[in-house]
């Protein structure tokens, strides 16, 4: 499953920043990969692409139509199939990232069949999986670990990889979550998968390479999180990091999603992440810890992660205010 | 998706022991929830059950018809079919383990619309769950955990759930696994749940109850198995034990399934147990150990087990051979 580039972002009537999280993210990372944004009349936010129709993009090259907005309940609203129906007739392939499957709805199916255009739903894998194994694989791979959810792991990882590439480093960001997929082009979305192939799904993700490459693994979840940490623990199985990323964010008070559930400190974290990773590769390290200090001012956010650098003896930046030039020099 | 008993166990033309584990799992523990077996001319197995035919069943109360044979590929067989479509015309309900999916046949389906009579896909769950909270619930709960898979843990659930009704406890078995679930009439087959909603699935499994009523949850997989340790811990977390109870099987040399790999010490498999059940109960502990010795003598058996019992002062047995009383005497 490659995504074909470049993308018109559709950002349907959606009105509030966080539901057009991934085509902000795919707008922030890889601009180049869009011809634009397609808003609604309604549509209060904005990615800050140019805007454009479906004829102008395709006469732009736009190859795919992307669902790029999340809704409760992830269903398709049926005031959006026109766009999908018009976007198929102008020969772009339909990539969504909504829990209703395109290929459910009837006359999107046939008319994509028709035309020969793909419709990828990305929360739904279609790939079949082995169970992992755990055997060496060749070439290094980094993966980013969190004290919880959403604290910057995506972030971290093209923010290496960006960083790496610079430095000439063979590096290739490996995609795990919705997002970022449409970031990379491809990739698992491993919370997708049947529970028995997470570890599979991610050995495949980063797969055999030559010596001197990195896999930088987009994380997902927390070891530390009672709803996901299943799908924390088999990604990191199957990827077999030789380094890890401690991602936090500061002064959240309770875990994503969960009441009166206080954060792990990092040095539980890091333990539990290094407990874990030794199962599949006993020579782990944590490479460096990533904040996300946008609650606190400039020169607190110094202060902090000075502190934490010096307790752990480990380089500690928030990747957005510092750049993470000292993690990627603690890589060997 | 209660399962409705009495069943007859389809057992097809299976020819070696391993592949009518499920159709053994239910004849052992719950003989009374079977009419009988029936196995095709060239089957070279058996339950012990009583033999009948389809129509022998029916006139003995039978209610579902349980293909309970594995197979590589877990493919229905066309020759299979026919016995399928007779059952339905017998008015049975289909139950399957395998992975070929009962209602991906047009003319079992049909009928079975037709009829109003159940196919269950025990490796499809149907139900749609709800990501894990971590939320205490009331009651208590027992997770059998291992030192590898199949070491044991549904043989140690249901010894302790037997055990624990004959001395008074309101006590349930609360199955994981599809042998288990044909065993319990009901389940969630949680190696089969999309990732994201492991611990979600798990927390339905073993739901609020009274104060002094325990379920008895059986494990998958193992913490340091490199395929199924997120099924473990997800499975852990939504189950948030009270106790564990560690099955280990003497004399592997290797995890199932992976080449040259060690299996994990007793010690080190409670430490990690410990520390990830903590996460949603943070006054778990350790009820016993359960080991499979049929690989020593008697003789052995009983000195491998006092060794273990001294070590970690817990009780030591192999329910086989020893029954489980010890372990039952431990929990409060």
Chains 1, 2 share one sequence.
């Not at 349907?12 to 999280?21: N, R, W, Y």
């Not at 732009?60 to 139509?65: E, I």
């Amino acid at each position: 499953m490659k995504i074909q580039a470049p993308y018109l972002l559709f950002l349907g009537d959606a009105t509030d920043e966080l539901s057009i999280k991934m085509a902000k993210g795919v707008a922030d990372w890889r601009p180049e990969l869009c011809t634009g944004e397609y808003r609604l009349d309604n549509c209060q936010v904005t990615t800050g692409l140019p805007a454009m129709d479906i004829a102008a993009a395709k006469a732009a090259g736009a190859k795919t139509f992307v669902l790029s907005f999340a809704n409760s309940g992830g269903t398709i609203d049926p005031a959006w199939v026109p766009y999908i129906i018009e976007a198929l007739n102008h020969d772009m392939h339909i990539v969504s990232g909504l829990h209703q499957k395109l290929i459910d709805i009837p006359e999107v199916f046939s008319l994509a069949q028709e035309r020969g255009l793909d419709l990828i739903d990305i929360r739904h894998p279609t790939q079949s999986f082995k169970t992992g194994k755990g055997y060496k694989r060749q070439g290094k791979r980094l993966l980013t670990v969190g004290t919880d959810c959403s604290v910057g792991k995506m972030y971290t990882s093209l923010s290496l990889e960006k960083e790496m590439k610079q430095q000439g480093f063979d590096v290739d960001f490996r995609a795990s979550g919705q997002c970022g997929i449409l970031i990379a082009g491809d990739g698992v979305a491993i919370d997708c998968v049947v529970a028995d192939f997470i570890a599979g799904a991610s050995e495949t993700l980063s797969p055999d390479n030559t010596e001197d490459h990195w896999d930088i693994v987009e994380g997902q979840g927390a070891l530390s999180h009672p709803a996901f940490a299943g799908v924390s623990l088999g990604l990191m199985h199957g990827a077999q990091p030789d380094a890890l990323v401690i991602c936090h964010a500061l002064n959240r008070t309770s875990m994503r999603g969960i009441d009166n559930r206080p954060l792990p400190t990092i040095a539980q974290t890091i333990e539990q992440n290094l407990a874990a990773a030794r199962i599949t590769n006993p020579d782990v390290k944590v490479a460096g810890i990533s904040v996300n200090t946008s609650s606190v001012s400039e020169e607190e956010a110094k202060e902090i992660c000075a502190q934490i650098s010096q307790e752990f003896n480990l380089p500690c930046v928030d990747p957005v205010r510092h750049g993470i030039g000292a993690i990627v020099g603690n890589l060997s």
